[in-house]
């Protein structure tokens, strides 16, 4: 299985940016969906969550935001940002909770991660 982010760059603060995250390889079935960010010298931290029934759950420093939407049919996760802040700086990371076959447990797989930079 693999997850493969892309659409981060450098914006000015206020932009906007749209992040993708595919998954590909042998999977059964997905739950939850969701994009994770680490800023230099912190933890890794939530952003935003979607369910497999379309729940979500959003990190309070993003809501009003940021918008997380799901393609079930491509097994693709999007992060729309909007309001861009310098804060916002780091490299995103796209999660996928998942199962690869009945024979299988859910597992956490996660992606590489792609830069957002948030600078004039």
């Known amino acids: 299985v693999q997850l493969q982010a892309s659409g981060g760059g450098l914006v000015q603060p206020g932009g906007s940016l749209r992040l993708s995250c595919a998954a590909s390889?042998?999977?059964?079935?997905?739950?939850?969906m969701g994009w994770y960010r680490q800023a230099p010298g912190k933890q890794r931290e939530l952003v935003a969550v979607?369910?497999?029934?379309?729940?979500?759950n959003y990190a309070d420093f993003v809501k009003g935001r940021f918008t997380i939407s799901r393609d079930y049919a491509k097994n693709t996760v999007y992060l729309q940002m909007n309001s861009l802040k310098p804060e916002d700086t780091a490299v995103y990371y796209c999660n996928a909770d998942l199962r690869r076959s009945l024979a299988d447990g859910r597992q956490d797989y996660w992606g590489k991660g792609t830069q957002v930079t948030v600078s004039s």
């Open positions: 979607i369910g497999s029934g379309g729940s979500t």
């Open positions: 390889g042998r999977i059964l079935t997905i739950n939850a």
